[in-house]
Each structure stands twice: as C-alpha cells, then as structure tokens.
C-alpha cells in the first residue's frame, strides 16, 4: 500500500486516524511542521496541495529556504556481513567506502527514475 501523496515534487505521507475516520499526513522534507487532514481521499488531496501551495507562499513571503538542507552525511546501519563486502568490493575498486556507497546511492536511483 502507498501511503505517499506527492504535488510540486513535495511528499505527504498519509496515515488514518479509525476514532476519528479521517486521513491526516505531513508534509516531509521541509525544516517546519506543515500538517494536512481529510475525511475522504479526494479531501485529503485537496488539503495536501493547498498545505504546499501555503507552505510555498509563506516561504517566498519570509524568504525562507523551502526545502530542508542537507549536509552530505548520514549513517547507514547495515549488516557486519554487508559491510565487510562493501568494504572489500571498494578495496578492491580502489575507492573509499564512501565513494563506493555513494556510488550505489546514484546507480539505485537512477534505476529507479
């Protein structure tokens, strides 16, 4: 099941509330609290575009960065197993771990879009 709205290259994930029998979700990749609600899907989607459109005017109003900023780095759990051979597959490249990962990175989301 996706649970993802997506407007303007902004995600929404979306979850139900069975008390209250409404769709509510949240704006993400963005440094602030943006919330949206509906009680049927069409709804949902409404305010979903129109929390963006909001965010993105209130944005250009404050002169604010819209999308959250990111530094580069992040840490990756994974499997001791896996990161032996991510290791040793980057040894053996003549690469760094990181130039190997990040290779990874690009080449499963250039797969994917």
């Given at each position: 099941m996706n649970n993802?709205?997506?407007y303007?290259?902004?995600?929404?994930?979306?979850?139900f509330a069975s008390d209250d029998e409404v769709f509510y979700g949240k704006v993400?990749?963005?440094?602030?609290?943006?919330?949206f609600e509906g009680s049927t899907v069409?709804?949902?989607?409404?305010?979903?575009?129109?929390?963006?459109?909001?965010y993105i005017?209130?944005?250009?109003?404050?002169?604010?960065?819209?999308?959250?900023?990111?530094?580069?780095?992040?840490?990756?759990r994974v499997k001791p197993e896996l990161h032996a051979r991510a290791y040793q597959n980057a040894l053996i490249q003549g690469k760094?771990?990181?130039?190997?990962v990040q290779e990874a990175i690009e080449l499963k989301l250039?797969?994917?879009?």
């Open positions: 993802k709205l997506t303007k290259e902004f995600i929404g994930t979306v979850s993400e990749g963005i440094n602030d609290l943006v919330t069409i709804d949902l989607k409404k305010a979903f575009q129109e929390s963006v459109d909001e005017e209130l944005c250009k109003d404050l002169g604010k960065d819209i999308n959250r900023s990111f530094k580069g780095s992040f840490n990756v760094t771990l990181n130039q190997f250039n797969t994917v879009n």
